[in-house]
Nanobody, 120 residues
Framework: QVQVVESGGGLVQAGGSLRLSCAAS????????MAWYRQAPGKQRELVAH???????NYADSVKGRFTISRDNAKNTVYLQTNSLKPEDTALYYC??????????????WGQGTQVTVSS
């Protein structure tokens, strides 16, 4: 089994910053891709940022230039540095990892989410 745990969310004023972290643990051989998604009330879950094992990244247009995704392969951890936050960034932020398990199978896992609330 693989566990995925996010942290770092909170309440921040517009223009502020937060650093989200997501750690994966368990029966992991390697992690291929790691990503952050978010879901605001009444809206669909959307991709925020994505990073491959080779550190190739892509971002939603709405966060380009403000958010930065990075990963520490030794710690099986992905980070999302969020700067210049806006009220519309308010959402539950989820981490997703694509894992190669100890039995050489590819599996996708989600965390429970961490809440980011940006006040105006």
């Amino acid at each position: 089994q693989v566990q995925v745990v996010e942290s770092g969310g909170g309440l921040v004023q517009a223009g502020g910053s937060l650093r989200l972290s997501c750690a994966a643990s368990g029966s992991i051989s390697s992690i291929e891709t790691m990503a952050w998604y978010r879901q605001a009330p009444g809206k669909q879950r959307e991709l925020v940022a994505h990073i491959t094992r080779a550190d190739s990244t892509n971002y939603a247009d709405s966060v380009k230039g403000r958010f930065t995704i990075s990963r520490d392969n030794a710690k099986n951890t992905v980070y999302l540095q969020t700067n210049s936050l806006k009220p519309e960034d308010t959402a539950l932020y989820y981490c997703n990892v694509l894992v190669v398990t100890d039995s050489s199978r590819y599996r996708s896992y989600w965390g429970q989410g961490t809440q980011v609330t940006v006040s105006s």
